[in-house]
């Protein structure tokens, strides 16, 4: 009996934990489906040769604010909330990323969930995959209510 109990615990384990630290795009997301967008595309973050930390404070500040990345590479986005509030990156140009704070502060509660997006509870953090097919500048943002307009935005520059 004991045996059964402890071998459904180690059973059990990887995936509460695994699900613990989501805060990125579903799991059950098909890379392979990704439509292409502006600022490029979502890509499996496990495909990634960098990995980019991005840490977000509830200064309303992204560290580092300013990114550059070649065209055509997939990077791995990590964004780790240092703050004690909710923080996400969003990817996008300005003018989407403007839309998009737009709609946020007319509806506070909407629920979105992208693979160009991570929402990151205060201590966690979120990855995004995304290879940058365009050559240009891009931005990421937080789109709280509030935080878009304190400045809460960093720039990705894809160099060719
Ligand atoms: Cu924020």
Known sequence: MRAIVVAAMLGFAPIAGAHGEKAHAPPQFDYAKAEPTAFGIAADPKTAKRTIRIDMSDA????????????????????ANKGQVLHEMVLGTMDELRKHAELMKKHPGMEHDEPHMAHVNPGKSGEIGWKFTGAGTFYFACLIPGHFEAGMIGKVTVTR
């Open 60 to 79: 309303m500040r992204f560290t580092p604010a300013e990114i550059t990345v070649k065209r055509g590479e997939t990077v791995r986005l990590v964004a």
